[in-house]
């Protein structure tokens, strides 16, 4: 019997169906150890020494493919072909030494590009060692990250409350998206005016050509500044006569984009499906493990995780034959085309992105996948096959025309310019199966058709269209664009440009407005901090060199820890400069390169600093508890707070008629004439019901933000709390209002949370009773204690082995259940979408996780009194206080702690 290890449950079921009896699949669940989130993990001071430990999870696994192995022939490593699957790989051939159970039993590692049945076969008879160069890297790149997660992230939390982590990329991929929120700060709109003219042949065809030029000289885009000026090039055409001056054709080829790699997937996917990359991932990641197709278990894509280009030849030619069947053969270019990929520092070593068999066309296989692999199967499969088709003829056609003015007066014999521009598609090619989103405009202006005219031919004039436009400011980057500025910049690699866009998501140091990125303050604050005293290591050129050095070392052409000395020398001089930093040190810095954010132009001349509250203070930041905020320097006479931006009137997707403190006006209480504005304050955003001492107040819930909000939303939530219905048993009131600890219900004592989906403005009676209802008959402990557990969404029978299985919402969070089997959502996956395949992914990880029955492993009983006098002296030594240790011992193995300071992810 051989053992076959690969990472997933699901990848396991595939290949033990190709391989037969013979062999004995499991699946690693991932990584089985990993370093502890504590300091000393890696120690600088024994050469880089890394301490590994697996959680129960990892030791689980481990113990299990140790039991599998013993009575085995041969153990084959077949986790994914990347460097983090040579890595896992690497930490199981670890463990089990460390278990003494290979002894001199054969290793194999093999990788599958594919998971089909032919490429598996192929992989079995070509095995190699591990490849201890891939290795390398990792364990440099895992020691880097650490490094600067636990290094950094205490500096953080000592000189700025409320920062959550540093990590090597998150933290420049954070920049990128500050630094633009702060171009988009800075931008001032400038106008200018644009002139078309609506045309027409003796044909009476009309085209639309737009002005260029006027008395010689050449009009760009901006150069109409002003309505006067616009005004006197309109008043000039409408007296004008128009004839063709030039009329230009050039043809004109467009080339079909290469296939998928990991970036442009996550963009295209974003662009055309809404995806986000995360959800990218998983899906192909279910693409590529494979799925029962008519009864054939079978991956329908290649490895995702990829910055290659290119295709194997039998994949070309296959594709080609397709094209040739499907298409015609006018649509199959004379050769194959090959692609080379421009990324910066692109490593290539595995294909592109594409299907396993280009003849499962999409239509055919749709009806055996769930909708998200469908569709990114037909996006995957689509550019595959338009990779390798002909090109697209076009004729590109510009027509010039001038416009002589007649009459008396200034315009005496001025000539003005007009050009037209527009193209047609003489052969689609590849455009007639797949084109790429694009947001230029002017390509739309270029696809216009043209009618027929000749060198001067006299035009008639049928409109004059003048148009006020104002210049735009640079568009916030989505998770997409971001991805692929962090490529072009050379910054992280596929599989890290995911998981990184989520930590940042994760620390909330960003949120998703409309799909674009917007940096939350303490984002920005960390962002601010670590540019005044870390600049060196957020520099985008000097992480990409790093990534490049990482690259020499997975090529064996630089020791991995020669790498490490080289960034210690100089980070840890750095963080050592930081141990003197006083924190006013640090507000200083702050203050200044955060001005412009937090202390806004007023528009009106006056000093943005000075306090709204006494005339006299000046604002500044401040940090507290819970972070930083905005105060006056006359605190304690004078207690005005705020939060660190200020919105303004010109803030992109901000309120209008916003104060320079935050402030803004709703209207007047039509019961009791006081004004009611909504404000930031130290703790959020809250609306208020006049003036004074001590004005009635509410805070806004989570999901209702302060440009939303209008006086009717402000007058509701100022009457909380309030009563919604009446208690069927008591005939006591219950009352809904905002607390600590966000909207709830209250009945007597009795306290329930609103869920995620309550509108705590339109809550009626009988959802009100229902969760006091639910909360009394047990479903919680104490006053914000959750309520008794709903029944879940159910998504159906267990596909083998029968039952139900529902996803309930429990105390730590969403999970999935199973009979008696419990597996936790993943952080940030929302319960409504699940699939089924997910669901039974998660049941089978947990089982694997508790023993195969579902059930947890039974406790040791404890040692009797009259017993083993050792197995009680152990039981006993377990239970009692460890005492602190007068000289270091190796530190007993414990579960990773689940938050960890920081890292690349």
Known sequence: MNVVIVESPAKAKTINKYLGPDYEVLASFGHVRDLPAKDGSVDPNADFAMIWEADGRGAKRIS?????????????????????????????????????????????RVTFNAITKQAVLEAMANPRAIDVALVDAYLARRALDYLVGFTLSPVLWRKLPGARSAGRVQSVALRLVCERESEIERFVKREYWSLVATLATPRAETFEARLVGADGKK??????????????????LQEAHFAVANVEAKPARRHPYPPFTTSTLQQEASRKLGFAP????????????????GGETVGLITYMRTDGVDMAPEAVSAVRDMIGKDFGPRYVPGSPRKYQTKQKNAQEAHEAIRPTDARRHPRD???????????????????TVASQMESAELERTTVDVVATVGGLGASLGRKLELRATGQVVKFDGFLTLYTEDRDDESEDEDSKRLPAVTVGEKLDRRTIATSQHFTEPPPRYSEASLVKRMEELGIGRPSTYASTLQTLRDREYVTIDKKKLVPEDKGRL???????????????????????????????????????RDFWKDFSAAI????????????????ESLGPHIFPDRGDGSNPRVCPTCGTGMLSLKLGKFGAFIGCS????????????????????????????????????????????????????????????????????????????????????????????????????????????????????TYANLEKDDDILAIGANRAIDLII??????????????????????????????PITVMAGKYGPYVKHGSVNATLPKGKNPDELTMDEAVALIAARAEAVGTSGKKPARRPAAKADGDKASAKKTAAKKAPAKKAAAKKPAAKKPAAKKAAGGEG
């Open 634 to 749: 006359n605190y304690p006479e004078c207690r005005f707070t705020r939060q660190l931006a200020a919105p303004s009137a010109d803030a992109v997707d901000g309120p209008a008629g916003a104060s320079a403190d935050g402030t803004r006006k709703l209207g007047a209480d039509p019961v009791s004439g006081l004004e009611v504005t909504v404000r930031d304050g130290r703790f959020g955003p809250y609306v208020q019901l006049g003036e004074g001492e001590k004005p009635k107040r509410s805070s806004l819930p989570k999901g209702m933000t302060p440009g939303g909000i209008d006086l009717e939303r402000a007058l509701a939530l100022l009457e909380l709390p309030k009563q919604v219905a009446t208690h069927p048993e008591s005939g006591n009131p219950i009352q809904v209002g905002i607390g600590r600890y966000g909207p709830y219900v209250q009945h007597e004592k």
């Open 64 to 108: 299990d493919i140790a039991k599998a192995v013993k009575g085995a022939d041969k153990l084959i490593l077949a986790t994914d072909p990347d460097r983090e699957g040579e890595a896992i790989s690497w930490h199981l051939l670890e463990a089990l030494r460390e278990k003494r159970v290979l002894k001199d039993m054969p290793v194999e």
């Open 278 to 293: 995360n959800r990218t991932m998983q899906v192909a990641q279910r693409l590529y493990e494979g799925t029962d197709i």
């Open 365 to 383: 296989v749709a009806r055996y996948l769930e909708p998200e692999q469908a569709k990114l199967y037909e996006l995957i499969w689509k550019r």
């Open 576 to 591: 050592d400069q930081t141990k003197e930093l006083r924190v006013s040190d640090v507000l200083s810095a702050l203050n």
């Open 774 to 803: 639910a909360k009394e008959q047990g479903g919680g402990r104490g006053r914000f204690g959750r309520a008794a557990a709903a029944p879940g969404r159910a998504i159906g029978d267990h596909p083998s082995l029968g039952g």
């Open 219 to 236: 009009i760009q885009r901006l150069d109409v500044g002003t309505e006067t000026e616009a005004r006197d090039f309109e008043k000039a």
């Open 526 to 564: 960390v962002i601010a901090f670590l540019e005044n005293f870390f600049d060196r290591y957020v520099e985008y050129g000097f992480t990409a060199a790093l990534e490049e050095k990482l690259d020499l070392v997975s090529n064996s052409e630089l020791d991995w820890k020669a790498l490490l």
